[in-house]
């Protein structure tokens, strides 16, 4: 059974936001994580109050066949992405190991040669 329900799914697509998605394409080029305070800093908002928009960016990805560039967004404690991240489980993204070799999927991808290109 998903971890997600439908209706949350759709909210989280609808918070896609190119740009969020742009600029940690920018850091997966540069082989480097972003953190929560990162993205709150440049883009303004909380550091909690990302979770839609990565779940946005993560099933977007997803469904493009690219990494899940969503997993390189961390905790500058963990170095990992947020626990309470329930979507990722229902992409198969259920443990440390499974999210760190998503993380080297993310940066053996030429984002330049996507759509996220460009920043």
Request: net charge positive; hydrophobic share 40%; glycine share 10%.
């Amino acid at each position: 059974m998903p971890e997600i329900s439908e209706a949350h799914r759709r909210k989280m697509e609808k918070a896609f936001r190119f740009d969020v998605a742009q600029h940690i394409a920018a850091a997966a080029a540069r082989r480097e994580t972003v953190t929560y305070g990162d993205l709150t800093r440049e883009f303004g908002g909380t550091d909690r109050g990302w979770g839609d928009t990565l779940g946005g960016i993560a099933l977007r990805c997803h469904k493009a066949g690219w990494p899940v560039l969503s997993v390189l967004v961390v905790s500058k404690q963990t170095g990992m992405p947020s626990p309470d991240a329930r979507l990722y489980k229902d992409l198969g993204l259920e443990t440390t190991e499974a999210m760190t070799m998503e993380q080297q999927r993310c940066f053996a991808v030429d984002w330049t040669k996507t759509p996220l290109a460009g920043r």
